[in-house]
């Protein structure tokens, strides 16, 4: 046997020992995080990163909680995606303090594996009340009130209560069914639903509300070690604790949606928005206001439509801004200007359709702005009456009496001259011979001739001077 084909066979050995060691080495663990409230951003980094393990080809997904709830709609964003998802997840409620309150506590329900790590808690999952005024603060979600005595014995009107008893009988039927495909605790799901009851991590795993309590993700993963987990695409059997943990950060994209889906931070690019568009309006060609405007108002409107909007907020913010635009361009000393202002004021409080954690507009940033747009209002109209007290002058009466300087004599008639006034040039005559560069008054003007006379004020300045 030669060498050479003693190497092609060395060669061929070493592609199929790393072949197999390949095959054995198993499929990784990908880790994704959700922590604060849930709502646009935290759903689309979510769901691209269940896409993004299937193609890392992972063998489970785990996502590590720390909520105090979010958005409905967001929230249900995800649990679609785990269900669909061909990759078992892991929902894990981590560190020690953490929590997952309210849609934390449907997502965990959602997920294939629950996990706990010791001293957090979850439940507190009853519905937020929608249409309440932004910025009064909600009940904390694992913290839910009880009614006093006096309240107790008051009845609800009749359409609220009728709402109320819609969305929490909705949101009950919803986590048990979740409870009911993973095989968990149902009835103490409910419970959570239409008694905001939490649970600490040892008591929900007696419960069997969760599936394992670990201190730390190493401690899960190794837990999980040879467990079968039955997943869309068929069952699955996991080898995590010798995996390799790839930890999905988010992106530009989900850090850009989350600063901008903050209701504040909406409202802020929209009015900046608005305010730019008047500026180039006002005065047109200056780029920078319909630019930075344009770009502003944009960004805020396509914030503003992945949130629970109020249309008729929406509307009267809009409305308000029209009347501002209307005092800048109509003066009606002020009239439009204090209907705009309150028609934006009030627009900004029904603005936002939700009383949940983190997603109210602050009264004070919204006392702000009015405010700030009052003050606007003011400078108006306390312009239109500066000019109003102003004499209009024009034609004759803005040229009699002006000053100029004779810019050239005519050669043949040194009575005769030319000077600019105004941006025009005129034809002047007079009594006395001019000079150039001699001060002059206007006197008449007969059609394109304007009568002067050696203005003796300008000449009597330019001797003081020269002495």
């Known amino acids: 046997m030669t060498c050479s084909a003693i190497r092609h066979m060395l060669f061929a050995l070493s592609q199929l020992l790393c072949a197999a060691a390949l095959a054995a080495a198993p499929a990784p663990v990908v880790q994704l995080q959700i922590d604060g409230a849930i709502g646009p951003a935290s759903a689309d980094y979510a769901i691209r990163g269940l896409g993004h393990a299937q193609e890392l080809g992972a063998q489970l997904v785990v996502i590590t909680i720390d909520t105090p709830g979010g958005l409905d709609s967001s929230m249900r964003d995800i649990i679609k995606a785990i269900l669909a998802s061909p990759l078992p997840v892991a929902s894990y409620v981590a560190p020690s303090g953490a929590r997952a309150a309210s849609a934390g506590t449907y997502i965990l329900y959602a997920s294939h594996i629950a996990a706990m790590a010791p001293g957090t808690n979850l439940g507190a999952a009853t519905p937020v009340e929608l249409g309440g005024p932004p910025g009064t603060p909600a009940p904390p979600g694992d913290e839910p009130s009880q009614p006093g005595p006096e309240e107790s014995g008051k009845p609800a009107p009749a359409a609220s209560d009728s709402l109320s008893k819609k969305q929490v009988n909705d949101a009950a039927a919803y986590i048990r069914s979740l409870a009911q495909l993973r095989g968990r605790n149902a009835e103490w799901a409910e419970q959570a639903v239409r008694e905001a009851v939490s649970l600490a991590a040892g008591e929900a795993l007696k419960l069997n509300v969760i599936n394992y309590v670990a201190s730390d993700l190493h401690d899960l993963l190794k837990q999980l070690d040879g467990k079968r987990i039955a997943t869309a695409s068929g069952e699955i059997r996991l080898q995590p604790s010798t995996a390799m943990l790839i930890n999905l950060e988010p992106d530009w994209r989900t850090r850009l949606l989350t600063v901008i889906t903050n ?189 002067v006379a050696v203005s003796q004020t300008a000449v009597t300045r330019e001797n003081d001077h020269e002495h």
Do not use: H, K
Request: hydrophobic share 55%; glycine share 14%; with cysteine.
């Open 263 to 451: 209701p504040s931070v909406a409202l802020l690019l929209m009015t900046i928005g608005i305010y730019g568009l008047i500026l180039e309006f006002a005065n047109p060609g200056s780029l920078v206001g319909g630019v930075l405007g344009g770009i502003c108002l944009l960004v805020g409107l396509y914030a503003l439509q992945l949130l629970p909007l109020n249309y008729a907020g929406m509307v009267l913010i809009m409305l308000g801004f029209a009347f501002i635009a209307a005092e800048a361009f109509l003066p009606s000393f002020g009239i439009l200007g204090i209907g705009g202002v309150l028609s934006f004021g009030i627009g900004a409080l029904i603005l936002i359709d939700t009383e949940v954690p983190n997603f109210g507009i602050p009264l004070p940033l919204i006392i702000s702005l009015a405010t700030f747009s009052g003050l606007l209002v003011f400078a108006i109209v306390s312009m239109a009456l500066r000019a109003r007290r102003q004499q209009l002058v024009g034609g004759d009466q803005e040229l009699i009496g002006s000053l100029a300087r004779i810019e050239a004599v005519q050669t043949d008639d040194p009575l005769r001259g030319w000077l600019s006034l105004q941006g025009e040039r005129w034809q002047v005559i007079s009594q006395a011979p001019l000079q150039p560069g001699a001060a002059v008054r206007v006197l008449a003007r007969q059609g394109l001739l304007l009568e």
